[in-house]
């Protein structure tokens, strides 16, 4: 292995990731002006193999389906690294006034996904050329279908997705944190997502002759008032838990009666306990509910997501080698979200941690939500985001052996100046 000090390898990869922010940029609104939603990826994830294979990454396709696996082997033994980037959009319209806006109606990238594909392919490109600098191997995970259950994690991952894998890091690009910080959770970072379904079996009739009909909409609305008691009467007010109606449908006319309701939800929670009782007392809910009209309920409960739990100890580590790399001010502690993520699978088979790459900015339209139809980045949280997932690669490749006060300050934040992106 060729002999370089860490501190100049670093140096060398934090420089070669500003020198390809253009193409990061391009790269991201080709993606952006393209998407493609969960389970339908075809020519997003050739996109990325192609541009892999161009710099000789050992690729593998249709990693449990749809995903893209890259290998990048070191120069000597050392751990195996994995890094992860999903790929997926969202079925919303575009309303965005910009350049790079969606050209596909009724589809867009509004999580930032195509960020992350941009940032883990800028983050190939530099570990690629460096490889003969550093041991051990880095495994590049491009997810597809992270946004609808049952996902694309765990098929991946029984495909042999983090064969041989140590350890694990991802990132999200997140518009509610500002460009320029990270934010960092240890242990429950996201919570277990599930759905429900709720049909309501009523009898109709005419709206001026209620006395003979079993109203259906009467019932839901009676089981939607009385699911709020679940979690602040039926719950340890010391656990985190929600549930959710989102989506009712019933009724045909302003003077029928509906015969049928259906109802969708969701419910988020942290421990598995909690996640048991809640589905528990949905069951016994409905059912007594509509019963004591004389009517019939069904529910149909769908386990999703489970919970993201970031390992303490590579996560501690991380929060380290950012305060130092960075810069301390810059690295919160974020708050438990009551989002899902199906990196909980990866982390659920070996240690590591998921973060926050702050993405917001007003001043350049970057303040819309997650799935918001005129959601988008600043797009030079992806420098931050490349910089911080390749330091934790080199950081676990060297076994965090390498002098790291001496690195202080290497990453600089986002330049103050407005980056010209509408």
């Not at 991946?156 to 064969?163: E, N, P, R, S």
């Not at 985190?240 to 109606?245: H, L, P, S």
């Not at 996560?315 to 199906?342: C, I, N």
């Amino acid at each position: 292995m060729q002999k370089i000090s860490s501190i100049d390898l670093l140096q060398q990869v934090f420089q070669a990731i500003d020198d390809l922010f253009p193409e990061m940029v391009a790269w991201r609104r080709h993606l952006h002006q393209y998407p493609e939603l969960s389970f339908e990826e075809v020519e997003t994830p050739r996109f990325v193999a192609d541009i892999l294979k161009a710099w000789g990454v050992r690729v593998r396709e249709g990693v449990g389906g749809r995903g893209v696996v890259g290998r990048i082997k070191g120069h000597g033994d050392g751990p195996t690294v994995a890094l992860r980037a999903d790929f997926d959009a969202l079925p919303i319209e575009d309303e965005k006034e910009v350049s790079y806006r969606s050209k596909i109606q009724g589809k867009m990238h509004a999580c930032g996904h195509d960020g992350h594909t941009a940032t883990l392919l800028a983050v190939a490109k530099v570990l690629s050329d460096t490889r003969h600098l550093w041991p051990g191997e880095v495994v590049l995970i491009h997810q597809f279908a992270e946004e609808l259950s049952p996902g694309g994690a765990q098929p991946m991952i029984d495909d042999g997705a983090l064969d041989e894998v140590d350890i694990i890091f991802g990132t999200h690009l997140w518009s509610g944190l500002p460009l320029g910080m990270i934010g960092t959770r240890s242990g429950f970072a996201m919570a277990n997502a599930d759905r429900f379904t709720v049909e309501v079996q009523g009898r109709g009739g005419h709206g001026a002759a209620p006395h003979e009909t079993l109203d259906a909409i009467v019932i839901a609305a009676n089981i939607i008032t009385k699911l709020q008691q679940i979690v602040a009467r039926r719950i340890d007010p010391l656990k985190e838990a929600v549930v959710t109606i989102g989506k009712i449908q019933g009724g045909s006319a302003f003077n029928v009666i509906a015969e049928r309701v259906t109802m969708e939800g969701t419910v988020r929670t942290f421990d598995e306990a909690v996640r048991e009782k809640i589905q528990q007392e949905l069951s016994r809910l409905v059912s007594g509910e509509a019963a004591m009209f004389g009517a019939e309920a069904t529910l149909m409960y769908e386990k999703g997501y489970d919970a993201l739990i970031n390992d303490p100890q590579v996560t501690e580590r991380f929060q380290t080698l950012m305060q130092t790399l960075y810069d301390a001010k810059r690295v919160a502690s974020m708050p438990p979200t009551m989002g899902g993520e199906d990196f909980a699978y990866y982390l659920k088979r070996v240690p590591g941690t998921f973060f926050f790459t702050g993405a917001g900015n007003p001043a350049v339209q970057a303040a819309y939500p997650h799935h918001h139809p005129r959601f988008d980045i600043d797009e030079r949280a992806m420098l931050i985001a490349g910089k911080a997932l390749v330091s934790a690669a080199l950081d676990a490749l060297w076994q965090n052996a390498w002098p790291l006060e001496e690195a202080k300050g290497l990453i600089a934040p986002p330049e103050t100046r407005l980056h010209e992106q509408h």
